[in-house]
């Protein structure tokens, strides 16, 4: 089982990466902070807490496949269906989103990949409208991404773990589609880390330290912050020492 910050392949093993990808919601952004509280709230009135297994099984999909989730797994569906569930919590979304914070690292990395022609993307199971609140503080460093998927594009059937919103984004880079093999996904989510390697690419987890390390198994790589991210361990440009 890999721990934070252990490299379950050796660096030589691995492919040589030439386009990246970024999940959205508690990598880039501490969107997931609201979900977790909205959920603990919406639970509460019905005697029931939030854990972190029920998150797991949650995070990383579209909002209505998380929705049916959430009603079911914790058997409120009798009294609260999906689609009312979803429409409860919007009105504290709106409110919260606009408040989001770039998590440690982020922009550091995206600049810096940015800076060194490493084509990059976001692939996110967020709808257009969630999208544009969370994003509100940070266009500029959004704008750096050649293009952005969303989880109410019309090729994404499905919701991670299907590959769908990976596999379109392979498709938008320039001269696209990328071999999955030369893509590198960074993800906090279990369903996201499934859906980058059913999509054939690498993936380095950044996961919250409450996430059971049994979803750690998955991925190519798991680190406690993107802050400790060596470009180098992946054939993609080191940092400048300068600039750290
Ligand atoms: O983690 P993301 O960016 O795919 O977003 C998915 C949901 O909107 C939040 O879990
Ligand atoms: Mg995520």
């Known amino acids: ?67 049916r989730v959430f009603v079911e797994e914790t058997g409120i569906s009798d009294s609260l269906s999906a689609e009312d569930f979803l429409l409860e919590r919007e009105e504290m979304l709106r409110t919260m989103f606009p408040t989001s914070e770039l998590m440690p690292g982020a922009s550091r990395l995206i600049r810096h990949l940015h800076a060194n022609g490493i084509p990059i993307c976001v692939a996110t199971g967020s709808h257009r409208r969630h999208f544009e609140l969370k994003t509100q503080r940070h266009g500029e460093l959004f704008s750096l991404m050649h293009h952005i998927v969303l ?43 499934l859906a980058a390697k059913n999509a054939g690419m690498s993936v380095v987890m950044v996961p919250d330290p409450r996430l059971d390390s049994s979803f750690h198994q998955t991925a190519d790589q798991v680190l406690s912050s993107l802050m400790d991210f060596n470009p180098s361990e992946w054939s993609l440009p080191p940092f400048d020492k300068a600039a750290n």
């Open 1 to 67: 089982m890999a721990n934070p910050c252990t490299v379950p392949d050796a660096p030589s093993t691995r492919p040589t990466i030439t386009h990246v990808i970024f999940d959205m919601d508690g990598l880039l952004l501490d969107t997931e902070k609201f979900y977790t509280e909205v959920q603990e709230i919406i639970l509460a009135r019905y005697n029931k807490t939030f854990d972190w297994s029920l998150k797991a099984k949650m995070m990383g999909k579209k909002a209505i496949e998380a929705a």
């Open 151 to 193: 989880g109410d594009d019309p090729e994404v059937k499905q919701g991670k773990p299907s590959p769908d919103v990976f596999l379109a984004a392979a498709k938008r880079f320039e001269g696209g589609p990328v071999d999955p093999q030369k893509i590198l996904v960074f993800e906090d989510a279990p369903s996201g880390v």
